[in-house]
DNA sequence: AGGTATTCACATGAAACTATTCTCTGAGTTAGG
DNA sequence: TAACTCAGAGAATAGTTTCATGTGAATACCTGT
């Protein structure tokens, strides 16, 4: 007890590095974007009519992760809706981010959602999809008004769903009298328009902004200027952020990465008692990040999912690579262990292959020839986090 | 030797099924007038 | 008679299973030289 109490003094009487932290988290809105200016000004000129009242083209932006979309567009809604309050333009800006598991990852959430954001409750099962589609007519024509739809991810909306609801959105404009709505889609798949219903394809994209990566030189003023609002002043070590931000760079220009990548290492600095952010604590907050990640997601997957992962990792260290079926064997091993139904393998192939989206894994499909056709399967995660993996997973299945 | 046909071991797709959660509806029940 | 209870019908969704079809190239099998 006299520890901890002990432990808690010291800890207030060191000085912390940080300034504000928030700034340093990925939903932090900077009221300046840098780098962006072009892209900001394009969108800005579409969707200026709103506040005429004009049903301004929409709208579709590309970029890869970390890229500034969603901030941007998060700016821009802001900017626009505090002129329009302002001015008392009826206009309503909304953001979903079409990704978020149980809240708009299916046709029915996303506009039961929708109805939320007008200040209705929908029950979150229940009611007939058609049924909701009609609350929503009505509660968005009840009064003149222009609304900006900024669905983020969408393509992952589709992915799962299809583009029905894609095709219905864009076509309510024709059956509304007094609303209007403009649709501005977001995605980071740069080919996601492509299998999309034409009718949707050219209706939705009749304008299209591209964001490309951030170089090193522009992640690294980026990070100055985060650095500089969130830390203390000269708490980093020179070339900590150069550092950062060419780890970033090197994986596709990803801003975000690179600033959560500072604010561990400022955490890990602070933890060890160090009165600098140094190189050594920008390294371990690489490995931790990664690690974190991979971990984080392995928790979350059902007991199957984990199964199998398992199996996988039991394979790993005696071959470099291996194929679906010897997974399966070895699965169906795990499953009589644990006491888990055994699953199909059609089943396991399509696990497989979504570990293989999330990069757990690395799979290929090959042929042998005579010896059939099989995914090759090898893993891509580092050695060392292999380790605490497989401990998180055995408590998780409660191996011995 | 060169060409063709087979064949393996899965991949990939579509549809249907199961279990769970939740609403809505209408029949039956209850308490008070 | 109004309010309440409760079972059953319908929906949405996630996670599977079942059935069907596809596939790339190493081998087996010919064929003609």
């Known amino acids: 007890m006299v520890k901890i109490g002990q432990f808690f003094e010291n800890y207030l009487k060191k000085e912390s590095f940080f300034i504000d932290k928030s700034v340093l988290f990925s939903n932090y809105v900077p009221d300046e974007i840098i780098f962006r200016e072009e892209q900001l000004q394009e969108i800005a000129n579409i969707l200026a009519p709103t506040l005429r009242l004009e049903n301004p083209s929409n709208l579709f932006i590309y970029g890869k992760t970390g890229t500034g979309k969603t901030i941007s567009i998060k700016h821009i809604l802001n900017s626009i809706s505090e002129i329009a309050s ?166 596709h220009g990803d801003a975000r990465r690179a600033i959560d990548l500072l604010r561990v290492a400022g955490e890990i600095a602070e933890r060890s008692g160090s009165h600098i952010v140094d190189m050594s604590h920008l390294d371990e907050a690489e490995k931790k990040v990664e690690s974190d990640k991979v971990i984080s997601t392995a928790i979350n997957q059902p007991k199957q999912f984990q199964s199998v992962l398992y199996s996988i990792l039991f394979i790993a260290p005696q071959k470099k690579s291996f194929f679906t079926g ?38 290929t499909i090959i042929s042998k020839g005579r010896y059939g056709r099989t995914r090759d399967i090898s893993l891509s995660i580092d050695e060392n986090i292999v380790i605490k993996l497989k401990e998180v997973l055995e408590k998780s299945l409660n191996l011995t």
């Open 326 to 363: 010897e997974i399966y064997e070895v699965y169906k091993n795990l499953c009589k262990q644990t006491r888990l139904n055994v699953l199909t393998q059609r089943r396991i192939s399509d696990i497989l292959a979504e570990f293989d989206m999330q990069g757990i894994i690395h799979a």
């Open 86 to 251: 302002n001015n008392k333009i009826p206009f309503k800006p909304i953001y979903i981010n079409c990704k978020l598991k149980k809240v708009a990852d299916t046709e029915y959430r996303l506009i039961a959602r929708l109805i939320e954001e007008f200040g209705q409750e929908i029950p979150s099962t229940g009611l007939p999809t058609d049924e909701v589609y009609n609350i929503f007519y009505k509660l968005l024509d009840k009064e003149k008004q222009i609304v900006l739809l900024a669905l983020d991810e969408i393509d992952q909306l589709t992915k799962k769903i299809g583009d029905e609801i894609l095709y219905n959105l864009t076509r309510i404009n024709s059956e509304l009298k007094n609303s209007q709505i403009c649709l501005i889609g977001i995605s980071n798949n740069l080919v996601f328009a492509e299998n999309l219903d034409p009718r949707v394809k050219s209706s939705l994209s009749e304008e299209e902004i591209i964001f490309p990566p951030y170089n090193a030189l522009q992640i690294q003023d980026i990070l100055k200027r985060r650095a500089k609002k969130a830390f203390k002043e000269d708490t980093i070590q020179i070339g900590v952020i150069e550092k950062c931000s060419a780890y970033a760079a090197r994986e």
